[in-house]
């Protein structure tokens, strides 16, 4: 019977086989489970509007008080853009996103334009990217960013940019503002951005 489950999973969130066997000898059974909880409840949510309602009313955001406001300081055809995204996506060549841990991930990764749509993946379980994982530019328009750069839209697109993964809670949220939200921006300022345009997974 638990094979059975587990094969019918595996229709479901598009594991691969290996993916849906628990290697009980290491020690990732539970590590495992979760993930293949989260990502049932991440196919259910996109398939199921009403189910994705539920999930979203559970949630209680975190509030913030005394936000920074920046206000754009030259016109957009003359800003230097760059992307944020909170869909997990990073190069092959990187470390994934942890996704053992329940309360998320706070770090981040930087994006290479130029290499990013040859050499992505995305390690993401809380929402349903299959298509994003066929084209980049459902969850990180760095073609259509470009394209706005060749019609003078924008006044140039930055060289790299940066990636989150956007299931972040209790703790880590502290690092999240505390450290890493503030060594991106610098990341941004160090290499001459006006703006950034936010993506979320």
């Keep these: ?50 189910f994705a309602e539920r999930l979203t009313a559970s949630y209680t955001p975190r509030k913030s008080e005394n936000i920074p406001w920046t206000p754009i300081k030259k016109p957009l055809a ?29 770090t981040y990764r930087t994006i290479d334009a130029e290499t990013i749509e040859k050499t992505y993946v995305i390690t993401h379980d809380y929402y349903g990217h299959r298509n994003a994982d066929k084209d980049l530019n459902i969850i990180f328009p ?21 990636s989150f993964m ?7 949220m502290d690092s999240l503002l505390k450290r890493y939200a503030p060594e ?5 300022v160090q290499n001459h951005v006006d703006a950034v345009l936010l993506t979320p997974g």
């Design 78 to 106: 003359e800003s230097k853009i760059a992307l944020v995204t909170t869909a997990g996506i990073h190069h092959l060549d990187q470390k994934p996103f942890n996704m053992g841990d329940p309360t998320g991930d706070p």
């Design 142 to 162: 760095i073609s259509r960013l470009k394209e706005m750069d060749t019609k003078g839209i924008v006044g140039s697109v930055s060289g790299h940019h940066v």
């Design 166 to 172: 956007g299931h972040i809670k209790d703790t880590h």
């Design 184 to 188: 991106a921006a610098t990341f941004f």
């Design 1 to 50: 019977m638990v094979l059975l489950n587990l094969t019918v999973m595996k229709w479901m969130i598009n594991f691969s086989p290996v993916e849906c066997f628990m290697n009980i000898s290491k020690g990732c059974c539970m590590y495992n489970l979760n993930r293949l909880k989260n990502k049932v409840f991440a196919r259910l949510a996109g398939s199921f509007p009403a």
